[in-house]
Structures are given as structure tokens and as C-alpha cells.
């Protein structure tokens, strides 16, 4: 036995060792492996620039110092070489001069934006094997985690079924699926058993016109809205959870696929949690040790908050799906060396500011410091007062502000941290000793240890006083004590950012309406919508446990929600139940309205139920300004609901707060949260906990026991996951009944030959948009209108509009999603000259949905751009805003300015993002966005090249290409990143 044992051994550390020789064939920078003199990882071997006797190093940011670690150990002299090692040690003279590329240690999904990366990876097994390569060869070579997280709508609300849902999808529906949950009845619970509502009435009219009722008549039995039988339980979490399994069927068939077919590929599976939260922590390594090697964990993700694993010292950042799709087949990203702004925290945090209030004080500074596309990191004695959730969370907004990632060094608090979620003694002994070796670990105590930074900010912690953000914007900041006056000064102002334009005789105007047989009121201002949802900050305890105390005091003292008003508490995962759970104030939180819906993104990606009728239609009666307020990172107008206009970003517990005083018009200070039954005025000063009663109990409830229990969830799965079947097959064998998941035409031309630049003639403009154009607005993810293009192809396979789903859920579907390319409600088309999906076919001058204008032209193979002003593709990163133009036909897109991530996907695609002269732009040159435009492209263009547009009507005007490097050349010269992948595989294959 021992004998077979110690033969083990010797095999496991004979291909440890021939795995490090493989890696480190041909590595100029092998002479810096050094060994690790720590308990069992004695010997343990990784690569230390200290050994390279350079002063410049201890100078680098520590951000830089994993850019330039991971190029050391990555070197192979093809997409990794010696000049890149020496630019990123060189990084005072090369930042934002160099170009260098960056081998991350993983890649992160969730599944809205992995799906079509899936999708692509199937369809390119497809097209290789068509040419005799073994579609097995095609796996990411890179750790590849996709996190199923983003698909939960809440169609179930405390007691009340909001809507009648179905499950969708091809030829699925109607199927029964017996739920594998058991929905015991608990206990003090007044929605248990019998039809009773602890907030006095249930929300929605009767049953009518075969509509499901919200309400029922006392002793019926709550109804299942497919089945049309009794559920033992109406709770909503696993009722939203079962319905986001039954709707995903075939997406999750897909996914499942993908874990089994794929290797490399570790599939989360649904109803465990969201990749903003404990699950970065979950896959997140702080090192990892990979063919021998210790080195820096990092990582890429397809979600713009991947963010937040900075705030665990761990580097990493958003891109979108096709630049994962390269990371996974094993190349790196490619980005100019970043200035680095020092962020220097200094003074005492204010008692009554939670970490939100931190997040909107420092996203305010660093945006109005000009920080695109720089990294941020934190030093200076203010860090040490923060908690690893206070790092996560600021770092979650790093999207925001616009840098490229805010990093916060590892030191003595991350390592507390990390003592609390499984890391065993020996690894976290590990963690320091190899971060103190390469110089990668923080102490603020030594002010001689601090880097040289680029530029350095300096905020005193001091001076940040609660503040929520809106109505419409996350960087326009109004202090609590503000609101009121703000508010009121928005419906003045013109239409804008932070306007509404009410004449002045219907500002205070009171439109009254029925609800449950009540009567009630809304003016400008009240509030119809409050979320706690799943993304940005509720995975800080301190916010949620101030949210939860809030509440139990709020109830103590007698005070209520309105019945009217949509609440909802959708935490990232179980273990933010369970410390709400344990810590005593769920409870409270759910007489409040605000019962845990299920896990996922929710109201924040539009997945809100329709409001009451009755409210609806007072809002539309008055023309008000009603308001959301949510806890999240997006508000734009109309995101949450189409009738809400004002949505306000704010902390947990103040979601909590405007809830109870059901309007965004108070002041805080002055007026009080309400009044109970015995009269008393109850002020928010009464209910809000002190910063030591929260710390108090998050000590006592944020244990190490959570983070076992959300492991040992994640690690299990679900029944529904385990009995999903899929096939058992190299290539996957697509349905073409199915609406879900679609074999994408993006390898429909020749992939073999390097195709030569070619100039765009005689194009027309299938869009002429102005400033802000977000990624909303180019891919919408929510609901999918009755009357969209969309709908139309969902209602040829014979779906009915409650079977749509969302764009988000359908994803991996090219037809959905091309039809839904530039499909919003709020589009601003200036062809059209009013809101919505429209444009001019110009040839006819008919007005056409957008999708049906770009059929025609690509019929009659006219080539089609699109004009636009500022800021064209800000908002969240999404891989279909840059999928859909490019299957639309578009070749270009002239912009004055572009968000950085989005240009980047326009380049992964094949389309040439060009950007006028400064100065410059559709109007100043008097375009009319009608004329045919000719662009000359060289064979030979190289980066930032200046081109010409030609116009039919004479005009000439000069353009920037921002091809900003060499690779930027090599994917648009192939029509993007995919077909260049699949190019190179057939060549390394000949």
C-alpha cells in the first residue's frame, strides 16, 4: 500500500515537474524562479522580480506589479515577448504610450453575456470540423467559469402573484414541472396557509378576462399560474426560483452541455448566487498555483462589475464576450499601459455614511478627476477603516467613474477577511509569505513603502454625508439633507439629466385612485417602486444589517409600507438571508413589503412585474413624476419601469426609509418618516442604527459558518440542475425549433485566407443618433414589446407575447437578438424626430422597424454606417451592442467620442469605430445623415490613421480610425476576433 502510495507521489511530482519545464521552454525570465520556505509548500517555486536587481520596481504600483509578473511567467517571445516585460518595468515613461498584453490567470461568465460566448465556441467546433479539425480541440485553454445568475424576473411578490407568467420556448411549454422544493409553512407567518396579507391587502384586482388573480377569496387555495393547482405555500422565492428554471430549460440543457463537452469549463448552476458577490470570492484563489508555479490570481469577466474582486486585491476587470472567448483560447487582452491614480484616504468615516455613501462620495471625485480609463489604487491611513465589503463594494462601482479597475492592495484586514470564508490557516499563511516576497502586500504604517503613482487624489472619509444618486444618472449626487429642494428644483428644470419640465400648476397636483378597495393618492415624487436588489453593495452586511435594523425599529414603532408600492429584497445569495435570518431582522424586512424574492439580477435589468393597474393608470392620468428607489448601480430613465421616470440610487437602508415615506419629496431632518396609530410623529433619526449597533451584531452573525454554507450549496447544485439532461457529444446538435439557442451565422464566409482591407462605398446611414447612446439603448436586455421585430419572429414560432421572455434570457439566439438591436422605447433616432425602435429607409423614405430597414438594404448589398455624437456605447458592457450592428450590416460607426469598451467590441467584430475631428461633428458639418458616404481604407492602414469620408453631396470630412494597436489591426483586417481564432486554428492545423 505504501509502496503504491509513494509511486503516486513520485508520478504527480514527475508531471508537476515536466508541466513547469513545458511552461518555462523558452522563458528568458526562467533565472527568476525563486522557492517558497513555507510549511507544506516548502520548495514551492514562482517567479520573482525582485531577483532582477531593478530599483523601478519598487517604485510600480502594485496594480502594475501583477501586469508585470504575469508577463515575466507568460513570456514566450510570440504573444508575450521581452519588450513587453521591459515596457511594464519601464511603466513611469511607458504609461499610456506602450501597448502590452495581459495572460489572466481565469475568465469569468455570468450567464446573460456567457451564453453567446458558449454559443460562438459550439459554432466554431461546427465550422472546424467542416474542414477536418477535431471539434474537441476547440476548449479554453484558460480556467473558464460561467456563474448562471442573471435570468431571475420576479413574477412573484410577498403574497400576491403579480402576473401570470409562462415558461416559454420552443416546444416546451405547457409541459408540467413538479417543483423539488418543500415549502414548509413557518410559523408567525400571515401568508401561510389561508389567503391573508400582512400589509392589509393584496395588490392587484381579482381575477378578469382570464387574467390570474392576485387576491383570493379567503380558505381558496393559492393556485400554481401553469397548472392551475393548489401550491402548499405561497412563498416567493421558490415560486421565482422555479419559475426561472422552467423558463431556462433550454438554455440550462445548453449550459449543462457546456460543462460536460467543454474542457476547462466549471458551470455554476442556478439558485445559488450572483458572480458580483460571495461567488468572486467562492472562485477567487488570491494565488494560484498552476503547473508548478505559484503567481498573482486575476481575472477578465464578461460583467462590467467584475470589478469588484479588487476590493480582495485580486486584479481584474470587464471585457466583453468575444475578447473572453480569445482569453479562454488562450491569448491574452491587450491594453495601453494605464496611469495609475493614487487615491489617498484619509479622516474618520462619519458614523451615519454606510460604504454606499463612500461608493457615490468617491465615485463623484474620481469621475470629476477625468480617471478614464486609468487604474485606481487605495492607499493612505483611511483604508485600514474599511472592511474587505466596504473594498468590494467601492471597487463594484470602478464602471461608474470609468477606470479600468480600483485596486486596493492585500493587507492585514483582507487577510481577517479571508480567515472568515474557508481559507485554511496554512493557505492564508501562504498568501502572505509569497505576497510579502514579491513586495505585493500593503501595510499603511510604512508611508516609505507607497508606490509612485501617476497622479494622486486625496479624499478625507471625514467629509462624505449620506447621499442618494439620481434621477437619472448615477454620478449626479444629492445630499439627503438635499432631497427635497432637489427634487423639486428636477421638475422645474427642462428636460435633461436632471430635468422633467412641469408646468408649475401641476407640480403639486394630487390624483387620487383605488387600490384593494382603498383610496389613496400619488403625487410628483411618490414613490411606487423600492428594491434592495442583488448587485453592487448588498453583499456588505453592514449596509444590510442598518437596512434590517432600520426595518425592526420602523416596525416597533408602528410605522408601514403603502400596500401599492412594488417591494422587493433580492439578495445576491443564501448566506445574505441567512445573517438577515439569524441576526433576528428578516422578519421585519418582510412585514415591511421587502420579503426575498429569489437570487439574481432582478428590478435592476428591468425584470420588475407590472405595476397595479389602478397605479398606472393614476400616474398617466397626472402625467407624474413617480420614482424608484433601489440599491443598485443603474438607474436610466424607464429601466426599472416605463412609467417610473425618476429613479434614485440609494443606500439599503435609506431604500428602506423612502419606502416608508412613500415619496422622494421629504426632508429627513424636518419632517417625519410617518405617523403611527397612536399619532406620534416618527422621524428617521429614531429608527436609524448607530454604526456600533451594526458592527455589533455583524461581528456576531458574519461567520465563517455562512461561507461554508453558500460553499457547500454552490458545490452541491440543485435537484432541477442534476436531472437536466443534455447530450453526450463533441458537437452540439441544434434544435432548430428552438428560440433559445441558435447556431449564429458570424463563419457564414471563408475563414481560411487572410482577407485584404477593403473601403467602405456608397454607404448609407441605417441610424443618426445624438450624445449618450448607451449599450440600453443598442441591445436592450429586458422585456421584449409586443410590437418589436423581436416579437414578430417569437410569434412565427408560435409563442404567445407572456412566452417572450427576455432579451437577456435569449441571448443565444442571433435571430431574437439582431431583431432586437437598437429595439429600445427610448432610441433617439433623429431620422425619426420622437422616441423608439424606427428608422428611415432612406432609398424609399418609408419609416421601417430598424431590423426590416437593414433587410432591405442588405438585400439590394448597399453597406450601412452609423452617425452619432458623444459617448457612443457607455452603460454596461454587452457583446451583442457590437454582435447585432455588425449582423445588421453595419461596417462603421462615426461617433464624436466612444466608450472605451464598447469601441473595443466594435474592433472584436470587424467594425471600424471612427471618430470625427475634434471639433467636429454631424452637425457643425452640415450633415443631414441622408447622403451616401464613401470611406477610404488603405491596405495598409496602420493605427490612429486619419481617413477621409466622401459624401454624395460633395462633402469631404477627415476621421480618426481608432485602431490603437497592431492586434486592433489583425481583428478587423479578419472580421473580427472569432473568425480570427478559427483562422489561426485551421492554420496551425495545415
Not at 422645474?492 to 378597495?517: D, I, M, T
Not at 419632517?671 to 403611527?676: A, D, R, S, T, W
Amino acid at each position: 500500500m505504501f509502496a503504491q502510495v509513494e509511486c503516486s507521489a513520485v508520478v504527480i511530482f514527475l508531471e508537476v515537474i515536466m508541466a513547469l519545464d513545458s511552461s518555462l521552454k523558452g522563458n528568458p525570465f526562467s533565472h527568476l524562479i525563486d522557492t517558497l520556505p513555507c510549511g507544506k509548500y516548502d520548495g514551492q517555486k514562482y517567479f520573482n522580480p525582485l531577483k532582477m536587481n531593478d530599483p523601478r520596481y519598487e517604485g510600480l504600483p502594485l496594480s502594475i506589479r501583477v501586469l508585470l509578473e504575469a508577463a515575466i511567467r507568460k513570456c514566450d517571445g510570440f504573444y508575450i515577448k521581452e519588450e513587453d516585460v521591459h515596457n511594464i518595468l519601464d511603466w513611469q515613461h511607458q504609461q499610456n504610450v506602450a501597448e502590452v498584453p495581459f495572460a489572466p490567470a481565469r475568465v469569468l461568465f455570468q450567464d446573460f453575456t456567457g451564453i453567446p460566448a458558449m454559443v460562438d465556441l459550439a459554432a466554431m467546433r461546427d465550422v472546424v470540423t467542416k474542414h477536418g479539425v477535431n471539434p474537441s480541440r476547440v476548449n479554453p485553454k484558460c480556467p473558464t467559469v460561467l456563474l448562471i445568475d442573471h435570468s431571475l424576473p420576479v413574477d412573484f411578490n410577498k403574497c400576491a402573484i403579480q402576473n401570470a407568467p409562462n415558461p416559454g420556448g420552443g416546444e416546451g411549454h405547457g409541459v408540467r414541472v413538479h417543483s423539488s422544493h418543500t415549502r414548509p409553512v413557518q410559523e408567525g407567518n400571515p401568508c401561510s396557509g389561508q389567503r391573508s396579507c400582512s400589509r392589509g391587502t393584496c395588490s392587484d384586482p381579482p381575477l378578469s378576462s382570464g387574467r390570474l388573480a392576485s387576491v383570493q377569496i379567503e380558505n381558496t387555495p393559492l393556485l400554481c399560474p401553469f397548472h392551475l393547482q393548489p401550491v402548499s405555500e405561497p412563498e416567493a422565492t421558490f415560486k421565482n426560483q422555479e419559475m426561472e428554471l422552467i423558463r431556462n430549460k433550454e438554455r440550462l440543457q445548453f449550459l449543462k452541455w457546456c460543462s460536460q463537452a467543454f474542457r476547462n469549463v466549471h458551470v455554476i448552476p442556478p439558485d445559488v448566487g450572483t458572480a458580483h458577490q460571495v461567488k468572486l470570492e467562492y472562485t477567487s484563489q488570491v494565488i494560484q498555483e498552476r503547473d508548478g508555479l505559484l503567481f498573482p490570481d486575476s481575472v477578465v469577466g464578461t460583467d462590467s462589475h467584475t470589478t469588484m474582486i479588487n476590493g480582495l486585491g485580486i486584479l481584474g476587470w470587464g471585457v466583453g464576450g468575444i475578447e473572453s472567448e480569445a482569453v479562454m483560447l488562450g491569448q491574452p487582452v491587450t491594453l495601453t499601459l494605464p496611469k495609475v491614480v493614487g487615491c489617498k484616504l484619509t479622516g474618520t468615516i462619519n458614523t451615519l455614511a454606510t460604504s454606499i455613501d463612500i461608493v457615490l462620495g468617491i465615485t463623484k471625485h474620481l469621475r470629476q478627476a477625468g480617471i478614464a480609463g486609468k487604474f485606481v489604487e487605495f492607499f493612505g491611513p483611511g483604508v485600514s477603516q474599511l472592511s474587505a465589503s466596504d473594498r468590494t463594494t467601492i471597487a463594484n462601482m470602478c464602471p461608474e467613474y470609468n477606470a479600468t479597475v480600483s485596486f486596493f492592495p492585500v493587507d492585514d484586514v483582507t487577510l481577517e477577511h479571508f480567515k472568515h470564508t474557508n481559507f485554511s490557516e496554512e493557505k492564508i499563511k501562504v498568501m502572505e509569505t509569497y505576497l510579502k516576497a514579491v513586495k505585493l502586500f500593503k501595510s499603511d504604517q510604512d508611508q516609505s513603502e507607497d508606490p509612485q503613482y501617476s497622479e494622486v487624489i486625496e479624499i478625507n472619509l471625514g467629509s462624505i454625508v449620506p447621499h442618494v444618486s439620481g434621477p437619472k444618472r448615477p454620478q449626479d449626487r444629492v445630499a439627503v439633507s438635499c432631497m427635497k429642494e432637489d427634487f423639486l428644483t428636477c421638475l422645474k428644470e427642462k428636460v435633461g439629466f436632471k430635468g422633467f419640465h412641469v408646468p408649475q400648476e401641476k407640480r403639486e397636483q394630487l390624483v387620487p385612485f383605488l387600490h384593494a378597495g382603498r383610496e389613496y393618492e400619488l403625487a410628483h415624487g411618490s414613490v411606487v417602486i423600492a428594491a434592495v436588489i442583488s448587485c453592487t453593495n448588498n453583499c456588505n452586511p453592514s449596509v444590510m444589517l442598518t437596512a434590517g435594523l432600520l426595518a425592526k425599529k420602523a416596525v416597533e414603532a408602528g410605522l408601514a409600507v403603502k400596500p401599492y408600492i412594488r417591494t422587493n429584497l433580492a439578495p445576491g445569495n443564501g448566506m445574505v438571508t441567512h445573517y438577515l435570518n439569524i441576526s433576528g431582522v428578516l422578519p421585519y424586512l418582510s412585514q415591511l413589503g421587502f420579503e426575498v424574492i429569489g437570487y439574481g439580477c432582478a428590478t435592476c435589468v428591468g425584470n420588475t412585474a407590472p405595476l397595479p393597474d389602478t397605479v398606472v393608470d393614476a400616474i398617466n392620468k397626472g402625467d407624474l413624476v413617480a420614482c424608484g428607489v433601489l440599491s443598485g448601480n443603474r438607474h436610466f430613465e424607464g429601466r426599472l419601469c416605463d412609467c417610473v421616470r425618476a429613479n434614485y440610487l440609494a443606500s439599503p437602508p435609506l431604500v428602506v426609509a423612502y419606502a416608508i415615506a412613500g415619496t422622494i419629496s421629504i426632508d429627513f431632518e424636518k419632517e417625519p418618516l410617518g405617523v403611527n396609530s397612536e399619532g406620534k410623529e416618527i422621524f428617521l433619526t429614531d429608527v436609524w442604527p448607530s454604526r456600533v449597533e451594526v458592527q455589533h451584531i455583524e461581528e456576531d452573525t458574519v461567520i465563517s459558518s455562512m461561507f461554508k454554507d453558500i460553499r457547500t450549496r454552490m458545490e452541491k447544485g440543485s435537484t432541477f440542475w442534476d436531472c437536466i439532461e443534455c447530450p453526450d457529444a463533441d458537437q452540439f446538435p441544434w434544435d432548430s425549433k428552438s428560440t433559445y439557442v441558435h447556431c449564429p451565422p458570424f463563419f457564414n464566409k471563408s475563414i481560411e485566407d487572410t482577407p485584404s482591407l477593403q473601403s467602405i462605398e456608397n454607404a448609407y446611414a441605417l441610424l443618426f443618433l445624438g450624445n449618450k447612446v448607451t449599450t440600453d439603448h443598442i441591445s436592450p436586455a429586458g422585456s421584449i414589446a409586443r410590437i418589436s421585430a423581436a416579437a414578430k419572429y417569437l410569434q412565427s414560432k408560435r409563442l404567445t407575447p407572456r412566452e417572450f421572455n427576455s432579451y437577456g434570457a435569449r441571448r443565444g439566439n442571433d435571430a431574437v437578438m439582431t431583431r432586437g438591436t437598437f429595439a429600445s422605447m427610448k432610441l433617439q433616432n433623429r431620422f425619426i424626430g420622437k422616441p423608439g425602435p424606427k428608422t428611415l429607409h432612406i432609398p424609399t423614405g418609408q419609416t421601417l422597424d430598424v431590423f426590416e430597414a437593414s433587410e432591405r438594404y442588405q438585400r439590394d448589398g448597399i453597406p450601412l454606417i452609423i452617425l452619432a455624437g458623444q459617448s457612443y456605447g457607455s452603460g454596461s458592457s454587452r457583446d451583442w451592442a457590437a454582435k447585432g450592428p455588425y449582423l445588421l450590416g453595419i461596417r462603421a460607426v462615426i461617433a464624436e467620442s466612444f466608450e472605451k469598451m464598447h469601441k473595443n467590441h466594435l474592433v472584436g467584430m470587424g467594425i471600424a469605430p471612427l471618430q470625427f475631428a475634434s471639433g467636429e461633428s454631424a452637425d457643425t458639418l452640415g450633415l443631414s445623415g441622408k447622403e451616401r458616404f464613401t470611406i477610404s481604407i488603405p491596405e495598409d492602414l496602420s493605427p490612429l490613421q486619419e481617413l477621409t469620408v466622401q459624401a454624395s453631396t460633395g462633402k469631404s470630412f477627415r476621421v480618426t480610425a481608432l485602431f490603437e494597436n497592431e492586434m486592433d489591426m489583425v481583428l478587423y483586417r479578419h472580421g473580427g476576433i472569432l473568425k480570427y481564432v478559427a483562422h489561426n486554428m485551421l492554420q496551425a492545423n495545415c
